[in-house]
């Protein structure tokens, strides 16, 4: 996070009721999409309901401390690194396109770490997405009320598997 706002001026082109809005329309359509592309995946014979609620089990918010952090510190950290310094540094030496798959596919790396691999998937689509967003729309804090309110409909109000 300090890396990103050291280093890059973050944008924030939107009124704050337009990021709260958006940030739950975007969040709610980037879930429906991962929960189709879970669905999808379930269809085939890979075993994804397995390692979808191991990973749900694993990183899903317990506490009070956890929210907070998820909250204040993890998503505004991931944003602001990936999509405000990971992805402006790559513009810088390639096309737009390019570097939003670059940063997400990054992304999906680091998530390669947690050991599931359908969290790396849904990584990178959701790291593209917010990529697009955000050079659509400008806006730090509607991509980051828009990662909050996919973990919120994730982890909350509607877990996969459904």
Do not use: C
Not at 30 to 42: E, K, P, V
Not at 138 to 155: D, E, G
Request: proline share 6%; glycine share 8%; charged share 10%.
């Amino acid at each position: 996070m300090s890396i990103a706002l050291i280093n890059y001026a973050v944008f924030d082109e939107m009124k704050t009721w337009k990021s709260l809005v958006y940030g739950t329309l975007f969040g709610g359509m980037i879930y429906a999409f991962l929960a189709f592309g879970y669905l999808f995946f379930d269809i085939l014979p890979l075993n994804v309901e397995g390692p979808v609620t191991a990973m749900q089990t694993l990183f899903a918010p317990t506490s009070i401390w956890h929210y907070l952090l998820l909250m204040f510190v993890i998503v505004p950290g991931e944003e602001l690194f990936w999509r405000g310094y990971i992805q402006q540094q790559l513009k810088k030496y390639m096309k737009l396109p390019f570097a939003i798959l670059g940063s997400s596919l990054l992304f999906g790396i680091a998530l390669a770490f947690s050991g599931f691999w359908p969290s790396i998937v849904a990584g990178i689509v959701a790291g593209a997405l917010l990529g697009i967003l955000y050079e659509w729309k400008r806006s730090m804090p509607l991509l980051i009320i828009t990662h909050l309110m996919v973990l919120v409909l994730l982890f909350i109000i509607m877990p996969l598997p459904i």
